[in-house]
């Protein structure tokens, strides 16, 4: 994926988002993980799916003083649209 497709996914999320961006917190924890802990494949859905929401709603509820309310499975197909 070269810069222009990744800044387009990035966008295409932060459309989707609700008021208080719980996807792009998301995108951005992931890739944080990636980075710091080296311990998901970013090509493996599977390897960071369900843990990416906690390490979210720990962000969320330090920095917005809540989680997203939305269901796993909304939160699953809106991931699958772009990311």
Request: charged residues 35%; proline residues 1%.
């Amino acid at each position: 994926m070269d810069i222009d497709e990744a800044k387009k996914a990035l966008d295409k999320v932060i459309d989707k988002a609700r008021v208080h961006f719980y996807k792009p917190i998301q995108v951005a924890e992931i890739l944080y993980r990636d980075r710091i802990n080296k311990d998901i494949v970013l090509t493996n859905l599977s390897t960071y799916r369900t843990t990416s929401r906690k390490w979210r709603d720990m962000i969320c509820l330090e920095f917005l003083g809540r989680t997203s309310s939305s269901s796993a499975r909304y939160q699953d197909e809106t991931a699958s649209g772009g990311i």
